[in-house]
T-cell receptor, first 114, second 114 residues
Framework: NAGVTQTPKFRVLKTGQSMTLLCAQD?????MYWYRQDPGMGLRLIHYSVGEGTTAKGEVPDGYNVSRLKKQNFLLGLESAAPSQTSVYFC?????????????FGPGTRLTVL | AQSVTQLGSHVSVSEGALVLLRCNYS??????LFWYVQYPNQGLQLLLK??????LVKGINGFEAEFKKSETSFHLTKPSAHMSDAAEYFCAVSGNSGYSTLTFGKGTMLLVSP
């Protein structure tokens, strides 16, 4: 099993450009999450999904959209990138009904917005 | 509502010395508590977790943590630091329901000197 994978690993955008980050998991997990990590801020939840076709806002959702059309994929979109969105983005997943709420993380995507 | 406070953004120890990373939490429901480790340019890896039962939890790489409800703490310890322990450590809290999300602390960078 590959676990949680993220595409791309690195990306540089210009202000105003759009892009989509892809998260894929092969563990048949119901729940998926997108976080951003900034120095001194820890990880902050952007959006999450508790199942195919459902999404919900997290702590810092502004400027981002998400879609969960397939159970194994969770897409994070930036419609008009801003320098404040320069960050490392992590995807995570976990199974439904798990008694511990442990999440499994991908390797991250480093995004720079100029 | 839930929150996590990690005392000290950086902790320095000598190789062989005791490692103590502090974490205090706030939660309106019985918490699940986690410690994750992040090595440079990598994703997050679970070190250990507390859900219910025994309050002293042992994890990987010789780390352990003790849940103290009266002090709302979940400090991470290791008796003897190794150079390979140098990394960033994150404490996280969730509620005990299936839909609960993780809230992370801001992280503590552990520096280990020879």
């Amino acid at each position: 099993n590959a676990g949680v994978t993220q595409t791309p690993k690195f990306r540089v955008l210009k202000t105003g450009q759009s892009m989509t980050l892809l998260c894929a998991q092969d563990m048949n997990h119901e729940y998926m999450y997108w976080y951003r990590q900034d120095p001194g801020m820890g990880l902050r939840l952007i959006h999450y999904s508790v199942g195919e076709g459902t999404t919900a806002k997290g702590e810092v959702p502004d400027g981002y959209n998400v879609s969960r059309l397939k159970k194994q994929n969770f897409l994070l979109g930036l419609e008009s990138a801003a320098p404040s969105q320069t960050s490392v983005y992590f995807c995570a997943s976990r199974p439904q009904g798990q008694s511990t709420n442990e999440q499994f993380f991908g390797p991250g995507t480093r995004l720079t917005v100029l | 509502a839930q929150s996590v406070t990690q005392l000290g953004s950086h902790v320095s120890v000598s190789e062989g010395a005791l490692v103590l990373l502090r974490c205090n939490y706030s939660s309106s429901v019985p918490p699940y508590l986690f410690w994750y480790v992040q090595y440079p340019n990598q994703g997050l890896q679970l070190l250990l977790k507390y859900t219910t039962g025994a309050t002293l939890v042992k994890g990987i790489n010789g780390f352990e943590a003790e849940f103290k409800k009266s002090e709302t703490s979940f400090h991470l310890t290791k008796p003897s630091a190794h150079m390979s322990d140098a990394a960033e450590y994150f404490c996280a809290v969730s509620g005990n329901s299936g839909y609960s999300t993780l809230t992370f602390g801001k992280g503590t960078m552990l520096l280990v000197s020879p």
